[in-house]
């Protein structure tokens, strides 16, 4: 089992940048693929980006060339890099662990963190 603790969330105006980031305990991090999350209210939750053990990336359409994921397994955190942030971006962002070298649906992560609201403003 993970722990992940998420911080960076806020309130950001429209254009704006934001770095989340998530502390991990536990399980060695090094061997957990890792992704973020978001869900706003009425929405299902929806894999923002997911970076693999060997950290290989992938995103989502509606963030490609705004957000990046990255990861430092001295560290045992991975962070979300927001930018160009629009208010469509409001939502509250989750970090997941996965015992899979890959995963992209949010059953095949078995830990996550509490979340972390983020608020964009037009």
């Known amino acids: 089992q993970v722990q992940l603790v998420e911080s960076g969330g806020g309130l950001v105006q429209a254009g704006g940048s934001l770095r989340l980031s998530c502390a991990a305990s536990?399980?060695?991090?090094?061997?957990?693929?890792m992704a973020w999350f978001r869900q706003s209210p009425g929405k299902e939750r929806e894999l923002v980006a997911a970076i693999t053990r060997g950290g290989s990336t992938n995103y989502a359409d509606f963030v490609k060339g705004r957000f990046t994921i990255s990861r430092d397994n001295a560290k045992n955190t991975v962070y979300l890099q927001m930018s160009s942030l629009k208010s469509e971006d409001t939502a509250v962002y989750f970090c997941?662990?996965?015992?899979?070298?890959?995963?992209?649906?949010?059953?095949?992560?078995?830990?996550w963190g509490q979340g972390t609201q983020v608020t964009v403003s037009a």
């Open positions: 997941a662990a996965s015992t899979k070298w890959y995963a992209r649906t949010p059953a095949e992560y078995g830990d």
């Open positions: 536990g399980r060695t991090f090094s061997n957990s693929a």
